[in-house]
């Protein structure tokens, strides 16, 4: 179990008094007096748990890991690393945040999908079933993630594609609407956003085309 003072080395900001934290019975992890956590979740090393954060069921929260505000980790879901999960975020059933991810506002990762590196899921996004949301990929708005999306890097703008939507830069609308867009709405977008559109447009078509088409049944043979 890790003392007061050697998990105020990992996290700084801590006040050097533990009062209004205890320890938690399974695993030693400290938990705010206004947090809950109950059931067979474990919170162990220098993690932290506070606010009004919920964590139950057999969640484990562990490294340095923290969860606050008032999120809610539980069924068999981790968060490890040095992950943050807050504001009124869930995670839950079998999913992993880990890494240096964060998951914030009402997001919520369930299944058995996994968020990790770097990448951020924000505002009402959903990321579920067996997605992987990695490397410094932004998951926000009303995007809902099922399966990996596609990170496209090193253009003007960076470019995320998931199961329904087509991120460009701020700009996150469904490939139908991009389609019709005119010259003059992608303009009024961004001052370069016209070279970009008419340069790239066809080619990421194509690719939210492919990547959310549902895959073909199998026929049976005769």
């Not at 809950?36 to 484990?60: D, E, K, N």
Request: proline share 2%; charged share 20%; net charge positive.
């Amino acid at each position: 179990m890790k003392t007061w003072e050697e998990v105020r080395e990992v996290h700084q900001w801590l006040p050097q008094s533990s009062d209004g934290w205890h320890q938690h019975s399974n695993g030693g992890g400290w938990i705010q007096n206004t947090a809950t956590v109950h059931g067979a979740a474990l919170v162990c090393g220098s993690a932290l748990v506070y606010g009004s954060a919920l964590v139950y069921g057999s969640a484990q929260v562990c490294g340095s890991a923290q969860v606050r505000g008032s999120a809610q980790v539980c069924g068999s879901a981790r968060v490890c690393g040095s992950a943050l999960v807050y504001g009124s975020a869930q995670v839950y059933d079998t999913a992993r945040v880990y890494g240096s991810a964060q998951v914030c506002d009402t997001a919520q990762v369930y299944g058995s999908a996994q968020v990790y590196d770097t990448a951020r899921v924000y505002g009402s996004a959903q990321v579920y079933d067996t997605a992987r949301v990695c490397g410094s990929t932004l998951v926000y708005g009303s995007a809902q993630v099922a399966k990996t999306p596609i990170n496209v890097t090193g253009l003007r703008y960076d470019v995320l594609i998931c199961d329904k939507l087509l991120t460009i830069g701020c700009q996150q609308h469904e490939p139908a609407k991009w389609r019709r867009f005119t010259p003059d709405q992608i303009k009024k977008m961004d001052t370069d956003a016209a070279t970009f559109w008419r340069r790239h447009r066809d080619a990421l078509l194509v690719m939210c085309k492919h990547h959310q088409a549902k895959p073909r049944k199998a026929t049976k043979k005769k």
